[in-house]
T-cell receptor, first 108, second 115 residues
Framework: RKEVEQDPGPFNVPEGATVAFNCTYSNSASQSFFWYRQDCRKEPKLLMSVYSSGNEDGRFTAQLNRASQYISLLIRDSKLSDSATYLCVDSGYSTLTFGKGTMLLVSP | DTGVSQNPRHKITKRGQNVTFRCDPISEHNRLYWYRQTLGQGPEFLTYFQNEAQLEKSRLLSDRFSAERPKGSFSTLEIQRTEQGDSAMYLC?????????????FGPGTRLLVL
């Protein structure tokens, strides 16, 4: 059974800070991963895919470490609007296995 | 709006009643998924369809739950004899499988409260 573990937080950071989240996954055969963002009482929305070579999209960088079976998300220059829950996802052939999410609170 | 839509957005029911939710996927997407999310948890997979065929069901999907996608377009999820433990957000997602990573797009969810 696939499992994805995340620190639930909350991570409290000031605007402009850099913050990093990690998650670990149990299935060594897993190939594809995502980070989703979920605002309170809203649906999850895809933030970015995670590649072995790393993936950068503006202020966001995702990395995959297959040897240690963990995935990271780095957010630079945090904005108030980054406050949300970040869900780490293991994508199997057809279904997604979500972690419980890490809550980020960015304060002025 | 061409995203995934779900109806109703909220449902309050009494224990023992049956409820049915509807999901309309993005029009060209042939895969449709149902998830359930409770407070403090990530979404948990329930079942998925490719076109009209139901290809996988989680063990979370007890025999009180049934999902259909009769024409390969919209889907319904029915819960019979609801229990208080069924209270959750029910999320629908759709995707178009192809090469590379497959992205699932989520609807706004149906929030169920069983009294």
């Amino acid at each position: 059974r696939k499992e994805v573990e995340q620190d639930p937080g909350p991570f409290n950071v000031p605007e402009g800070a850099t913050v990093a989240f990690n998650c670990t996954y149990s299935n060594s055969a897993s190939q594809s991963f995502f980070w989703y963002r979920q605002d309170c009482r809203k649906e999850p929305k895809l933030l970015m895919s995670v590649y072995s070579s790393g993936n950068e999209d503006g202020r966001f960088t995702a990395q995959l470490n297959r040897a240690s079976q963990y995935i990271s998300l780095l957010i630079r220059d945090s904005k108030l609007s980054d406050s949300a829950t970040y869900l780490c996802v293991d994508s199997g052939y057809s279904t997604l296995t979500f972690g419980k999410g890490t809550m980020l609170l960015v304060s002025p | 709006d061409t995203g995934v839509s779900q109806n109703p957005r909220h449902k309050i029911t009494k224990r023992g009643q049956n409820v049915t939710f509807r999901c309309d996927p993005i029009s060209e997407h042939n895969r449709l998924y149902w998830y359930r999310q409770t407070l403090g948890q990530g979404p948990e997979f329930l079942t998925y369809f490719q076109n009209e065929a139901q290809l996988e069901k989680s063990r979370l999907l007890s025999d009180r739950f049934s999902a259909e996608r009769p024409k390969g377009s919209f889907s319904t999820l029915e819960i019979q004899r609801t229990e208080q433990g069924d209270s959750a957000m029910y999320l629908c997602a759709s995707s178009l499988p192809g090469t590379g990573q497959e992205t699932q797009y989520f609807g706004p969810g149906t929030r169920l409260l069983v009294l």
